[in-house]
């Protein structure tokens, strides 16, 4: 057993707001108790889709796709890597991570024929949106796009952008506003994700749009 407190602990946050969350699951607490910690593990996994395995193709076997490729986080959390392609005929037919890179040429037969339904994309930008349509046409309902850009695909198609770009101007905004080179405020309606996320109003300030 755990208590709601003990949790709340843990995660940095409100034992009150962790009950509420909490509650949304089910009845699983006893109060002055806590919850039983296998089944409150169940219900969490159950409910962000942990509790089965979901098979995962990777395009682009750069640097960084090599990378993800060997990430062991990815199988404790219900990912399976189950096809790696790239079109570059240096590195198709070689092992990364105990899988071959197949060229993706195949990727539509083979995404469909292993059930695979999540995609990630880590090649160049230019070729971002032709692998996307690959995908989708393989059967892939939700893409992870680590590519610069914006991709067009079709509606019941999921897309998470990762821009690194971005998380590094955010991380350097802060740095900057610790040395007091920028005013620290809150943001409002109007900024643009980056100055909203990182704190800057919008009031009196045209905001520009940044781009990778």
Avoid: W
């Avoid at 993800?68 to 096809?83: D, E, H, N």
């Avoid at 610790?178 to 309606?189: C, K």
């Amino acid at each position: 057993m755990i208590s709601s407190e003990e949790l709340a602990e843990s995660a940095g946050v409100n034992s009150a707001k962790l009950r509420k969350d909490l509650s949304f699951l089910g009845s699983y607490g006893i109060r002055g108790v806590g919850y039983e910690v296998g089944t409150l593990t169940e219900e969490i996994s159950r409910a962000l889709g942990a509790h089965r395995a979901h098979r995962v193709a990777l395009v682009g076997l750069g640097n960084l796709g090599q990378a993800l490729a060997g990430y062991p986080g990815f199988a404790g959390r219900g990912f399976v890597i189950s096809a790696l392609f790239d079109s570059d005929p240096s590195r198709v037919g070689r092992d990364v991570a105990g899988l071959p890179i197949l060229d993706i040429k195949d990727a539509t037969a083979t995404c469909r024929a292993s059930g695979v339904t999540i995609g990630v994309i880590a090649v160049p930008a230019s070729a971002a949106q032709e692998v996307a349509d690959i995908l989708v046409a393989g059967g892939v309902r939700s893409i992870l796009n680590f590519a610069p850009g914006v991709l067009s695909v079709p509606d019941g198609v999921e897309v998470r952008h990762v821009d690194l770009s971005l998380e590094l101007q955010i991380l350097a905004f802060h740095e900057s506003r610790r040395a007091g080179d920028v005013p620290d405020s809150r943001p409002i309606a109007g900024s643009t994700p980056l100055l909203e996320a990182a704190g800057i109003e919008a009031a009196g300030i045209k905001a520009v749009a940044v781009t990778s």
